[in-house]
């Protein structure tokens, strides 16, 4: 009994190679049209964390830009002094999840999910700090917050100050965490 020679093992191999190889690509087609399939098909009206609330916002009165729906979480007493926390990028109101149960306790917390982020609004016309900080300036009116003391985290350090720039009648104190710089002025 003789072994096979080298070549005719390679050239037995090699279709063998390319069924595979046609079945893995196939396989992998496939379930690309089915996740495109099962995308289109999903439920976008999921459910909110819980505490989250979602309202319509215009950014500014007279804007033709949609309304903008902004997520927020709104937890303490409500005749307590406000503390509104604007996260970083990326990132959300949960980023604030350890420390706002310590500030609960003696502030009126509004934890905001800035345009483009979390449960928020995702398609928008303008990204810019000023344009965020139009968005949550409107939200403070909704709310009937008269005064706020503002942390900004990361990129919610720019739009804390673009607030204070725009409204310093209603911003009592920023607070800057590693605050990131004011992207129109770079």
Do not use: C, K
Not at 36 to 57: K, Q
Not at 71 to 86: E, F, I, K, Q, S
Request: aromatic share 6%; no cysteine.
């Amino acid at each position: 009994m003789t072994a096979p020679s080298p070549t005719s093992t390679r050239s037995a191999t090699r279709p063998q190679q390319r069924v595979r190889l046609r079945a893995v690509a196939l396989a992998y087609l496939a379930l690309l049209a089915l996740s495109y399939v099962a995308w289109g098909l999903r439920d976008d009206a999921r459910a909110l964390p819980p505490g989250v609330s979602i309202v319509p916002i215009r950014a500014a009165p007279g804007d033709t830009a949609p309304e903008v729906a902004l997520a927020y979480r709104d937890t303490g007493p409500r005749d307590a002094p406000v503390l509104l926390l604007l996260h970083g990028s990326p990132g959300g109101l949960d980023d604030f999840a350890a420390l706002s149960p310590h500030w609960e306790r003696r502030r009126r917390v509004l934890a905001v999910d800035l345009p483009g982020f979390g449960d928020s609004e995702h398609d928008l016309h303008d990204y810019s700090s000023r344009f965020h900080a139009d968005v949550v300036a409107r939200l403070l009116e909704r709310l009937e917050v008269p005064t706020a003391d503002v942390l900004g985290f990361s990129m919610g350090g720019p739009v804390a100050l673009e607030l204070a720039s725009a409204n310093p009648a209603r911003v009592r104190s920023v607070t800057l965490l590693a605050a990131t710089g004011v992207q129109e002025l770079e």
